[in-house]
């Protein structure tokens, strides 16, 4: 059979100022690594058995009917505002209309060069596709939207980088690649026309119920503060938050430098380019706040009268703390087996982290352990931590399924950075059984069969990871 893929592409039909149209360049010997089946037939696409498929999913073939371009976008990066980003390694194929009815982005990520590369070549290597697939999969299983992991493909070719590396390229798919960087290039050009289609597009495709700017910025605020909640509540550290990685579908965007933490540190940061921790973990609570407000501007542009608005967005902007804490609330709740917390559960959740924090106890592995009576075992001295737990447990009598709460809110899997590295350091030496292993495991991170008991070990002290890269 060959490759079918049910494009309807609508972005393409746009105009000819929201991206340029490109071809993803050849590579000299793709190889499939791997195809996401379940995610294929979510999409409907047929045809998985093709011969073909190292070629399509690499460039060096195009699927019928994709109508390839590379993305124009902004955004502010650590702060500072880059007028002109775009795809500069990526090529957008079209989008797909799946048999649930779902508009979903099929990307070729790492296919070369377009009008958008600046001074990059264009290409990845295996190690930040291998990473992203694992973990935006890994996430998808958690329950946390996400981009998606469609195919990677080693490309025969080395790419130079600190030293020449395998390349690959990786197939994303997600609900839209649309991000704030996308409104910040028009409002900062002043073509309100630009923004005004933009605009009207991003509703029909993602708010149909918020057609007007304040609520289409209450809608993405509302799908943000919960999305940031939910990566707190994992340990999940995004890494480079710039405005451009950040999706106005609320879809976790953009695996770079991400990690999740082992040991517990309100201040973690991993990325490698992240000196002043701006988007260490606990700081992304604020920065996603940051990230709406220059939304917000952008989309005052569109009022009209912007100067008159001014007050009422950032009312709205203000608003925003208060719904991350909500959700934060209602998710650490059921991490310690509250189903409904109030704000009253606050100062025991914050109690458990604290005794964590001071002890330095493994977060996915301490709040696990409060489902199977192991969480005291994290810690050397459990002093405090019995303390706080004869606290707890009398606040969850009176609740009607504390471990069932617990155990759907607390995963006893998620993707270990030394797992990732270990994972990344054998692919490339062309063994990649640790890649499909890690995938099957993660793809149920909240059972718990015992058959994966090495993947939730924390590292050892040589083990440890201390620094990630963009792997651009
Ligand atoms: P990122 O840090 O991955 O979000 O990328 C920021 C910007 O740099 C985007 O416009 C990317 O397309 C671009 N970029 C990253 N890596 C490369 C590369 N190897 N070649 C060309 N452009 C790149
Ligand atoms: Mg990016």
Excluded at 431 to 458: E, I, K
Aim: aromatic share 8%.
């Amino acid at each position: 059979m060959t490759l079918h893929i049910p494009f309807d592409n609508s972005y393409a039909t746009l105009p000819d100022s929201f991206f340029a149209r490109v071809n993803p360049e050849p590579v000299k010997a793709p190889s499939l690594i791997a195809v996401n089946a379940p995610l294929a037939q979510e999409l409907g696409i047929d045809g998985l058995d093709d011969p073909n498929l190292a070629a399509l999913f690499s460039g060096n073939a195009l699927p019928d009917g994709a109508t390839p371009l590379a993305q124009l976008y902004a955004g502010h990066q650590f702060g500072q505002y880059n007028p002109q980003l775009g795809d500069g390694r990526a090529v957008l194929l079209g989008e797909a209309i799946g048999p649930d009815g779902q508009r979903r982005d099929i990307q070729l990520k790492g296919s070369g060069r377009t009008p958008y590369s600046r001074m990059g070549d264009g290409r990845a290597w295996l190690g930040p596709v291998l990473r992203e697939y694992v973990v935006s999969e890994a996430m998808h299983a958690l329950g946390v939207p996400t981009t998606r992991a469609l195919a990677a493909v080693r490309t025969g070719e080395r790419v130079v980088r600190e030293r020449p590396l395998p390349g690959a390229v990786l197939t994303r798919v997600a609900h839209s690649h649309l991000r704030v960087g996308t409104f910040q290039v028009f409002a900062a050009r002043g073509d309100i026309e630009a923004l005004q289609t933009l605009f009207d597009y991003a509703v029909a495709r993602h708010y149909p119920d918020a057609p007007d700017p304040a609520s289409f910025l209450n809608a993405v605020m509302r799908r943000q503060a919960a999305l940031v909640a939910h990566w707190l509540s994992l340990g999940f550290i995004h890494g480079v938050m710039n405005t451009d990685n950040c999706s106005i579908s609320g879809e976790t965007i953009d695996y770079g430098p991400c990690a999740f933490m082992d040991s517990y540190h309100p201040a973690t940061v991993y990325s490698s380019i992240d000196r002043y921790g701006r988007y260490s973990y606990a700081a992304q609570a604020d920065i996603i706040v940051w990230n709406m407000a220059q939304l917000a501007t952008a989309l005052l542009s569109l009022m009209p009268d912007p100067e008159a608005s001014v007050e009422p967005f950032t009312a709205q902007i203000h608003a925003m703390p208060e719904m991350i804490r909500a959700e934060w609330l209602s998710r650490f709740g059921k991490k310690i087996g509250v189903a409904q917390a109030t704000p009253e559960d606050s100062a025991l959740i914050t109690g458990l982290l604290s005794v964590m924090e001071e002890a330095e106890a493994d977060f996915t592995n301490t709040f696990r352990g409060l489902v199977d009576g192991t969480a005291r075992n994290q810690f050397t001295d459990p002093v405090a931590f019995d303390a706080w737990a004869a606290t707890w447990q009398a606040r969850i009598k009176t609740e009607d399924d504390p471990q069932g709460q617990m155990r759907t809110a607390n995963p006893a899997l998620i993707p270990r950075n030394h797992r990732i590295e270990e994972m990344i350091t054998a692919a490339v030496a062309g063994d990649d059984s640790l890649f499909h292993r890690l995938n099957t495991a993660y793809a149920t991170p909240y059972a718990d069969t015992g058959a994966d008991a090495d993947l939730r070990q924390p590292p050892k002290p040589q083990e440890v990871v201390q620094a990630t890269f963009c792997g651009t």
